[in-house]
């Protein structure tokens, strides 16, 4: 008789203990970065870096103005994005012969 817990690693074989945590800490990285930029936008306080110059020159450039998907004050969208990307990047490389490698020939 299979339990659910027998289903789900059968369907899922990269959803391991591993990967369970690292995504769990990465949410909560992510939190703290999307609350850190809340914050730093209810009192005004700016944190700013190249992006403004860089947008404003491809906005001039293409004619219109940029409309970034998510609005974060400063650098907190690179952080978040450098942060999502860190911990994809483990999940990946901890199960890249689960996702890409070739079944046991006998």
């Not at 700013?48 to 110059?53: E, H, P, Q, Y």
């Not at 990946?92 to 006998?106: R, S, T």
Request: charged share 20%; aromatic share 12%; net charge negative.
């Amino acid at each position: 008789m299979d339990t659910d817990k027998d289903r789900t690693a059968k369907n899922a074989p990269w959803f391991d203990s591993f990967t369970r945590w690292m995504l769990i800490i990465m949410f909560a990285v992510l939190a703290m970065i999307f609350a850190a930029a809340k914050y730093m936008d209810m009192h005004g306080m700016q944190g700013v870096g190249t992006d403004d110059a860089v947008n404003a020159m491809a906005s001039l450039s293409a004619h219109a103005r940029p409309h970034p998907f998510v609005s974060l004050p400063g650098d907190a969208e690179v952080g978040a994005f450098s942060v999502a990307n860190f911990f994809a990047g483990m999940i990946v490389g901890h199960n890249w012969k689960k996702l890409f490698g070739k079944g046991e020939e006998d």
